[in-house]
């Protein structure tokens, strides 16, 4: 009986880990690691998105040097990691929703300059639009 109930003990218990172990892999957080907080100000945050939009802008908009593409694909890249942090300054939905379209549009541009020299002209310009709205429509709101 006291075997039985050390069991069950155990078979508890280890489910209840796996349980925790399955929920910590699922919000991709390293294990024994706080939920994700931003560190610097909105403002500072910012000055990095202005800094990193104005480069991106000269790429998209510059002649086609050879190292064009990588710089279009890699300053997209981090300016969509602002904006995911971005996503974390706020908990109003209409603010995270301009923010994780900014995230995910810098993505998709980054994913097309990262076609190199097949990567379409028309389309990456279209996406900067497109990031430019992004921005417009949270400052509207929130700047
Ligand atoms: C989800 C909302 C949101 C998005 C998207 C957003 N911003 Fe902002 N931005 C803000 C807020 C809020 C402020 C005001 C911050 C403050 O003064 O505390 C701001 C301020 C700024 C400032 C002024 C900083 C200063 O020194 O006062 C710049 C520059 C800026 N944003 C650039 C950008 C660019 C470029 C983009 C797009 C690539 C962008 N932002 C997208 C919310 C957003």
Known sequence: MAHRTVATIVLFVGSACCLLLGARAESAQPAGSQPYKPVASVRGLMTGQGLLFKQLQAAVDGPKAADRAMTVQLTAEALAELANV??????KEDYRGWA????????????????????????????????????????????
């Open 86 to 91: 971005n996503t974390y300054n706020s908990d």
């Open 100 to 143: 994780s379209q900014l995230r995910e549009t810098a993505m998709e541009l980054a994913a097309e300059a990262k076609k190199k020299a097949s990567a379409d002209d028309a389309r990456m310009k279209q996406l900067f639009a497109r990031i430019e709205a992004a921005c417009q429509a949270c400052h509207d709101a929130y700047q």
